[in-house]
C-alpha cells in the first residue's frame, strides 16, 4: 500500500478529528479557515485512501471499565518471540502489543480494574515458555497533544 502524502491542511484536520471526531464539517472548516466543501473532500479522500480508518468513542474514566491502565515489557529468550505473540493473544486486556527493538522485545497496554488483575496476568505471562522477562509501568499521567500540531 502507497503512503498517502498529507499536506499541513490534512494533518490540522486529523488532529481536530483526533481531538472530536464527531466535530460537524462547518466546524474544522471555520478553524482551519478552508471551505466547508474543502474540509468533506479531505475527510472523503482520508477515508478512501486507508488513512482515516475508524472512529472512536472514549469514555469519561470514571465509567470506563478496566480503568487502569498498564505499559508491559517483555523480552524473549531464545526463539521465544513466537510464544510472546501467542501469549499476549491469548488475553483480552491487551489494548496495544507492539513489537520493539532493543532490550525488550515486545510492549503492550494492558486494562484491567484493579492491580491485582494486572498481577495475575504478568505472572501468567512471566511463566510462559519463551519469556526472559517482563516488567511494566504504570502510566500516572496522559497528555493531550494540541490538535493544532498535526501528526
Not at 4 to 13: A, I, N, Q, R, V
Not at 79 to 84: C, D, P, Q
Request: net charge positive.
Amino acid at each position: 500500500m502507497t503512503i498517502p502524502s498529507l499536506d499541513d491542511t490534512d494533518h490540522g484536520l486529523i488532529g481536530l478529528l483526533r481531538d472530536d471526531a464527531r466535530l460537524s464539517v462547518v466546524a474544522p472548516a471555520r478553524k482551519r479557515r478552508v471551505a466547508r466543501a474543502t474540509v468533506q473532500d479531505r475527510i472523503a479522500r482520508l477515508e478512501k485512501n486507508g488513512t482515516l480508518v475508524g472512529y472512536a468513542v472514549r469514555l469519561r474514566p470514571k465509567v470506563e471499565t478496566r480503568r487502569i491502565r498498564a505499559i508491559g515489557n517483555i523480552a524473549a529468550g531464545a526463539n521465544g518471540a513466537a510464544e510472546i505473540r501467542r501469549e499476549l493473544s491469548g488475553h483480552s486486556d491487551v489494548i496495544t502489543p507492539c513489537g520493539t527493538h532493543g532490550c525488550r522485545d515486545r510492549v503492550a497496554e494492558r486494562r484491567a480494574d484493579s492491580l491485582g488483575a494486572f498481577d495475575k496476568a504478568f505472572n501468567a505471562i512471566r511463566m510462559a515458555d519463551g519469556i526472559a522477562t517482563t516488567g511494566a509501568g504504570i502510566p500516572l499521567s496522559w497528555y493531550k497533544l494540541e490538535a493544532t500540531r498535526g501528526c
